[in-house]
């Protein structure tokens, strides 16, 4: 990211909408993102995911494509506490920002509006670009497992040296750009920094990773050098670091059974 580009990361414009208001991204138009909310509330071009949790859409933008997420899970507990951190589209896209400003590859937050009522989020939605074109580093595992976890292993010493935790940090969360681009994460409204990140943390966010590459895709031997790599890098102060991380991948019953880790 050159200079310039990282300046005009900083700089947001206010949005005001009937019903909605929010930032955006100065490069993306007013117009456009009237455009992106009216067709995610009526018909987009595609529903990527309509659940319980969240609702996400593929959108015309003037001449591009963009993707508009909207969180819903969450009880009265949970939209007191946005109240206070702000809703979930509003934290993705500064937890977007202030990934590309530091280094580390995010699909761009091109805007944010959100509802409220008496002060608390009601709703809200992020626009981003649209990644869909290029593989997660879940799908790059099953043709180049090599290259996948090196680029997972990359990414994720990028982030914890720049105190990021993502929150869910998956292999499916992940997109490979191209030859010589970031991987670029999505699901950003989890995303935080801390001010020191501690062994507990980090051994949860390898373990997400872990568990999110199945057994038969990605061999131990594979994970095992790709742990080497991290500790080398980033030491653990405890020295059963490598079972805590086997235990925590196991106990999330994800993708990953470990049935050829010793």
Request: aromatic letters at 4%; glycine letters at 6%; charged letters at 30%.
């Given at each position: 990211?050159?200079?310039?580009?990282a300046?005009?990361?900083?700089?947001a414009?206010?949005?005001?909408?009937?019903?909605?208001?929010?930032?955006?991204?100065?490069?993306?138009?007013?117009?456009?993102l009237?455009?992106?909310v009216?067709?995610?509330?009526?018909?987009?071009?595609?529903?990527?995911?309509?659940?319980?949790?969240?609702?996400?859409?593929?959108?015309?933008?003037?001449?591009?494509?963009?993707?508009?997420k909207e969180?819903?899970?969450?009880?009265?507990?949970?939209?007191?506490?946005?109240?206070?951190?702000?809703?979930?589209?509003r934290?993705?896209?500064?937890?977007?920002?202030?990934?590309?400003?530091?280094?580390?590859?995010?699909?761009?937050?091109?805007?944010?509006?959100?509802?409220?009522?008496?002060?608390?989020?009601?709703?809200?939605?992020?626009?981003s670009?649209?990644?869909?074109?290029?593989?997660?580093?879940a799908?790059?595992?099953?043709?180049?497992p090599?290259?996948?976890v090196?680029?997972?292993c990359?990414?994720?010493?990028?982030?914890?040296?720049?105190?990021?935790?993502?929150?869910?940090l998956?292999?499916?969360h992940?997109?490979l750009?191209?030859s010589?681009?970031?991987?670029?994460?999505?699901d950003?409204?989890?995303?935080?920094?801390?001010?020191?990140?501690?062994?507990?943390?980090?051994?949860?966010?390898?373990?997400?990773v872990?568990?999110s590459l199945?057994?038969?895709?990605?061999?131990?031997?594979?994970?095992a050098a790709?742990?080497?790599?991290?500790?080398?890098?980033?030491?653990?102060?405890?020295?059963?670091?490598?079972?805590?991380i086997?235990?925590?991948?196991?106990?999330?019953?994800?993708?990953?059974?470990?049935?050829?880790?010793?």
């Open positions: 990211m050159t200079r310039e580009d300046a005009r990361e900083r700089d414009v206010r949005v005001r909408m009937p019903h909605w208001s929010g930032l955006r991204h100065p490069d993306f138009d007013a117009d456009h009237t455009q992106a009216a067709s995610h509330e009526g018909e987009p071009m595609d529903v990527l995911k309509d659940d319980a949790r969240s609702r996400v859409t593929v959108v015309g933008a003037g001449d591009s494509t963009v993707v508009v969180v819903r899970k969450g009880g009265p507990r949970r939209r007191l506490a946005d109240a206070f951190r702000g809703s979930p589209a934290r993705a896209f500064h937890a977007g920002r202030a990934l590309r400003r530091a280094g580390i590859g995010a699909a761009r937050p091109l805007a944010f509006v959100e509802q409220a009522r008496a002060g608390i989020p009601a709703r809200s939605l992020l626009v670009t649209d990644l869909r074109a290029f593989p997660t580093a799908a790059e595992a099953a043709s180049d090599e290259r996948a090196n680029l997972l990359d990414l994720v010493l990028r982030l914890h040296e720049h105190r990021f935790v993502h929150g869910d998956r292999a499916q992940v997109h750009c191209g010589g681009q970031l991987p670029s994460l999505i950003l409204e989890g995303v935080h920094t801390v001010r020191s990140l501690s062994d507990t943390q980090r051994m949860e966010a390898l373990a997400q872990n568990a199945p057994d038969d895709v990605v061999p131990a031997a594979l994970r790709a742990y080497a790599r991290y500790a080398a890098a980033l030491p653990f102060a405890t020295t059963d670091a490598r079972e805590r086997v235990d925590m991948s196991r106990a999330r019953k994800h993708l990953w059974q470990g049935r050829d880790c010793p």
